[in-house]
Every structure is written in C-alpha cells, then in structure tokens.
C-alpha cells in the first residue's frame, strides 16, 4: 500500500477563501496589515512568494491565522474568524488607501475637499429634515 499524499491549495488560493470568510478585500487587508495596498494581489499574482519577516506576521494577525498559514502544505483547518478589529466597512479602507497615495502636498487639500462635502450634506440633511 502506497502513501497518498495529500493536496493543498496553493497560497493565492488560501488567502482568497480566508479573505472572504473573514469579509475583507486584498486592499482592505493590505491597509489592515500596514502595507501598500496591493500587497496581498502581489502574493496572488505570484510576485511575492512568501511574505518575510514583520510583514508576514502583520498579515497573519490580519488573516487571523498561524505563520505556518503560508508554509507550502499547510492544510490545518481554522477556527472560524472573529469580527475583524478594525470595525471598518471595506470602502473606508479604500477611502485611506486612495489618501495614503497622494503627495503630501495634496493631502490637506483633500480633506479640505471633503470636509466641504461633509458639512454641505449635513446642511442639507438638516433643512429636510
């Protein structure tokens, strides 16, 4: 009788089916784990192997799972995920990665520009209500 061995999914694979159990897009969690936000689609599209170090550790908090989770192999099935943290909705984390990647510059002007929005749409708000 033969050994069999088993089948995992490679990591791309992983990291998609964890990111939806735990609700977060590869952006959002990039954000969540500190990097730029396309850090997760590297290591999906193959142009990052395995995260090292700090950053590896920071996207298993993220993940909510062991370091081991990026091991080639790994098949341990994971306790179901816990309401992330962070609290915010995936558009907010869109919404900061789009202001970490301006110029300082243009950042202070951007909130100014949002900030007008937000007091307008109270104003209105408030005359129909």
Do not use: Y
């Given at each position: 009788m ?9 990591l ?10 735990i ?9 969540l784990a500190?990097?730029?936000r ?5 290591i999906?599209?193959g ?11 920071k996207l298993a908090?993220v ?14 099935p994971?306790?179901?995920p816990?309401?992330h943290?962070?609290?915010m909705?995936d558009?907010?984390l ?23 929005l ?12």
């Amino acid at each position: 009788m033969g050994i069999i061995a088993r089948m995992t999914k490679p990591l791309s694979e992983r990291i998609t089916d964890r990111l939806a159990e735990i609700g977060l897009t590869p952006n959002g969690a990039s954000i969540l784990a500190g990097k730029h936000r396309d850090f997760i689609r590297n290591i999906q599209r193959g142009m990052v192997k395995i995260p090292r170090g700090d950053n590896l550790l920071k996207l298993a908090e993220v993940l909510q799972v062991p370091p081991s989770f990026f091991a080639d192999g790994f098949d341990t099935p994971l306790p179901k995920p816990a309401p992330h943290p962070s609290g915010m909705e995936d558009w907010k984390l869109k919404a900061i990665a789009d202001l970490d990647e301006l110029p300082p510059s243009q950042k202070e002007s951007f909130l100014e520009e949002l900030r007008a929005l937000a007091d307008a749409a109270r104003a209105r708000k408030k005359r129909a209500g």
